[in-house]
């Protein structure tokens, strides 16, 4: 999953302002807390086959793969 695409996901599913993102953002930052990284680490998981926990301190780009 590219940055990209985790930002549309973000966007479009849990309505988070794209001007709060950025690939350093924490998902806590981003305002997601641990019941949506849960639901967002089943949605990676389905997108990419690879299992993914994701705690709030974790930058957003941790969650691509690419971090």
């Known amino acids: ?4 695409e985790l930002a549309e996901v973000l ?9 709060q993102m950025s690939p350093a953002a924490t998902f806590a930052e981003v305002g997601l807390e ?8 089943a949605i990676i998981g389905v ?7 994701l705690h709030p301190a974790m930058p957003l ?7």
């Open 11 to 19: 966007a479009t599913t849990f309505r988070v302002d794209r001007e």
């Open 61 to 67: 780009l941790s969650a691509t793969g690419n971090s």
């Open 34 to 41: 641990s019941l949506a990284l849960a639901e967002l680490s």
């Open 1 to 4: 999953m590219t940055y990209d």
């Open 47 to 53: 997108r990419t086959a690879r299992d993914i926990e």
